[in-house]
Nanobody, 119 residues
Framework: QVQLVESGGGLVQPGGSLRLSCATS????????LNWYRQAPGKEREFVAQ????????NYAETVKGRFTITRDNAKNTVYLQMNSLKSEDTAVYYC????????????WGQGTQVTVSS
């Protein structure tokens, strides 16, 4: 059974930092590109970041470039999203997702974790 379980969300003040984790099981983690998406209230889900199977290639949405960093640990079957200099507009539910190749539509999705940036 495929599982992707996000954690690390919460309430943080503007300018603060959070580190999201996504622990996975049930598929060959090292063979999949990993992605983070987010969905704010009343908006469509949007791409945030992605990382290739070995972690060599990464891509980011322009809105988070320079503030967020995606990494992965293939030994732990876990992907991370370090979020710095958070803004109110980063408030959303964050989802991790696994795709067979970088740029593909994800095959597997987590249930999401809430991130709220507010003073």
């Amino acid at each position: 059974q495929v599982q992707l379980v996000e954690s690390g969300g919460g309430l943080v003040q503007p300018g603060g930092s959070l580190r999201l984790s996504c622990a996975t099981s049930g598929f060959t983690f090292s063979s999949y590109a990993l992605n983070w998406y987010r969905q704010a209230p009343g908006k469509e889900r949007e791409f945030v970041a992605q990382i290739s199977t070995l972690g060599v290639l990464t891509n980011y949405a322009e809105t988070v470039k320079g503030r967020f960093t995606i990494t992965r640990d293939n030994a732990k079957n876990t992907v991370y999203l370090q979020m710095n200099s958070l803004k109110s507009e980063d408030t959303a539910v964050y989802y991790c997702a696994a795709a067979r190749r970088l740029g593909d539509v994800p095959n597997y999705w987590g249930q999401g974790t809430q991130v709220t940036v507010s003073s």
